[in-house]
C-alpha cells in the first residue's frame, strides 16, 4: 500500500501522462498539480516509485510513465470516476430512440458512440443465449406424415425443424401436442426437459425428442461475431505515429481467435473488468488495456459492451461509459422482452 504522498504523486504521474501522451518529469508534477512538496521531495518519491515497480522510464529522458502496476493500483486505488453528464446521457437515449427497434442497430449505434466518446476501439457484441430456454412451441401441418416445429426461446430467437410422425396426424392432434409441450416444458432447457419423466403419448414422445434437439443445437451454435468500430479514431492517437502499435491493433482486428480470446474474460455479471499492458495474456496487447462489462438479462441472455486503447486510456471516463452503454442495452433488452429491471 502507497503512502499518501507517493499515492498523488502516482495520480498526477498518470493523469499528466493521459492528457499529454509524453513522459512526465518531477518538475511537471510539481508545477502543475500542487502537491505541497518540493521538486526535490518529488524527484525522491518518484525514485522510490521507479524502484517499486509503478512507473519506469522509458528512456535516457528525465520523465517517467506508468507501468501496467501503476495503472491497475490506479483503477482500483485512486480513480475517481465521474458518471456521464445529463446532456451526455439524455443525448445518447435520444439516438437509441431514433433508430429501428432491434438488437443489431442497437449493437452497431453503442460501439459507434463509445469508439467517438472515446477515442479508442469499440468492440460489441450481440446478446446470446446463457441457456436457451424455450418460452413456447408450435406445430404446422405440412403433409400427412410431417409437421413443422417452430420452438420461440426466452430471448425472443427462434428456430425450426421438419418433425416428421410415424404415422398421418391431423393439425388438431399437432395442435394438441404443441400446447401440451408449452405446458409441460415452457421456460425449461433442454437438460431440464431431459431430466423429466413425464407420461406422454407416442406422438408426444416424437415432438419432445425433435423439440429437445433444436434446443440443443440452439445451445451449440457459434457465437456471432462481435462488431467493431473506431479505427480511425485509435489510430488518430499519438501512440500510433510510428507505427509500431499498428501492428498489434492489425492482429486484434484480423485475428478472430485473439478478440474472442479477449471477450472470454469479460465478467459473468454487470461489473466492469478491465485488463491493463502486461496482464493481458497475449504479448501482441501488451502496449493496450481493455474494457470489458456485460449487459443483458440476468440468466437469460447477455452480451459484451467493451473498448480497446492504449494503456494511457482516459480511465475514468471510460469506466463511465462503458458502465452506461451496458446499463443502456440491458434496458432496452427488459423492453424489448417485456420484463421490469
Known amino acids: 500500500m502507497l503512502t499518501e504522498r507517493r499515492s498523488r504523486i502516482l495520480r498526477s504521474i498518470i493523469q499528466e501522462y493521459i492528457s499529454t501522451a509524453t513522459p ?82 442497437w449493437v452497431h449505434l453503442s460501439a459507434t458512440i463509445l469508439a467517438r466518446m472515446l477515442n479508442n476501439v469499440a468492440i ?32 425472443g430467437s427462434y428456430r425450426q425443424q421438419a418433425c416428421p410422425f410415424d404415422g398421418e396426424v391431423t393439425q388438431e392432434d399437432l395442435n394438441n401436442i404443441a400446447n401440451k409441450l408449452t405446458d409441460y416444458y415452457g421456460g425449461m432447457s433442454g437438460s431440464e426437459m431431459k431430466s423429466r419423466n413425464d407420461e406422454l403419448t407416442q406422438l408426444e414422445e416424437k415432438a419432445l425428442a425433435i423439440l429437445v434437439e433444436i434446443i440443443d443445437e440452439e445451445t451449440t451454435q457459434t457465437t456471432e461475431e462481435p462488431y467493431l468500430d473506431g479505427l480511425s479514431q485509435i489510430l488518430s492517437q499519438p501512440e500510433f505515429a510510428k507505427g509500431g502499435m499498428a501492428q498489434g491493433l492489425m492482429e486484434l482486428i484480423e485475428e478472430r481467435s485473439l478478440l474472442r480470446s479477449i471477450l472470454s474474460q469479460a465478467p459473468e455479471d454487470e461489473r466492469l473488468r478491465v485488463i491493463i499492458g502486461s496482464e493481458n495474456p497475449q504479448s501482441s496487447m501488451h502496449d493496450f488495456s481493455v ?14 459492451v467493451g473498448i480497446v486503447g492504449p494503456t494511457r486510456m482516459p480511465y475514468s471516463r471510460t469506466f463511465s461509459a462503458v458502465r452506461f452503454l451496458s446499463d443502456t442495452m440491458s434496458d432496452l433488452l427488459y423492453g424489448l422482452y417485456g420484463d421490469e429491471r
Open 24 to 105: 512526465v518529469s518531477s518538475g511537471a508534477v510539481a508545477n502543475t498539480y500542487g502537491l505541497g512538496v518540493s521538486p526535490a521531495t518529488i524527484r525522491n518519491e518518484m525514485a522510490s516509485l521507479e524502484e517499486e515497480g509503478y512507473i519506469m522510464q522509458p528512456h535516457t529522458s528525465a520523465g517517467r510513465v506508468p507501468s501496467a502496476m501503476g495503472y491497475r493500483y490506479y483503477v482500483e486505488a485512486l480513480l475517481e470516476e465521474r458518471a456521464l453528464t445529463q446532456d451526455e446521457q439524455r443525448t445518447i437515449r435520444h439516438q437509441f430512440h431514433q433508430v429501428h427497434r432491434g438488437i443489431d442497430e
Open 124 to 155: 460489441v457484441t450481440s446478446p446470446q443465449l446463457v441457456e436457451p430456454k424455450m418460452k413456447l412451441t408450435s406445430l404446422l401441418l405440412l403433409r400427412e406424415t410431417t409437421a413443422l416445429m417452430t420452438v420461440v426461446f426466452q430471448n
Open 291 to 304: 474494457v470489458l462489462s456485460r449487459y443483458g438479462l440476468p440468466e437469460q441472455t447477455s452480451g459484451i
